[in-house]
């Protein structure tokens, strides 16, 4: 059974940085594409950003382009998401998502597996 479990979120100030990590329970982790979502109060989950299986791949929200960095450690069975200069409206559970079809996705139902998800809160 794969797990992924966040940890990471927290509550900061307007123009701060935070760092996510995922970590992930199967032991083919590098077979896996990850990505990032997101869910604000009363609305949908959003793709915020997904690195590939091979980790030569990236994409990103334009939301969060230029502010956000994905990257992953298979030696850790860890992705992180790098959040810089973090505005009010990132305020969000963040979830990490995994797809074991070796492709860089961006909906939500093309994942396989979820976290539970992490809190992060912005203030202004």
């Known amino acids: 059974q794969v797990q992924l479990v966040e940890s990471g979120g927290g509550l900061v100030q307007a123009g701060d940085s935070l760092k996510l990590s995922c970590t992930a329970s199967?032991?083919?982790?590098?077979?896996?594409?990850m990505g990032w979502f997101r869910q604000a109060p009363g609305e949908g989950r959003e793709f915020v950003s997904g690195?590939?299986?091979?980790?030569?791949?990236?994409s990103y929200a334009d939301s969060v382009k230029g502010r956000f960095t994905i990257s992953r450690d298979d030696a850790k069975n860890t992705v992180y998401l790098q959040m810089m200069s973090l505005k009010p409206e990132d305020t969000a559970v963040y979830y990490c998502a995994a797809d074991d079809n070796y492709r860089l996705v961006s909906e939500v139902y093309e994942y396989d597996y979820w976290g539970q998800g992490t809190q992060v809160t912005v203030s202004s």
């Open positions: 690195i590939s299986w091979s980790g030569g791949s990236t």
């Open positions: 199967m032991r083919t982790f590098s077979n896996y594409s």
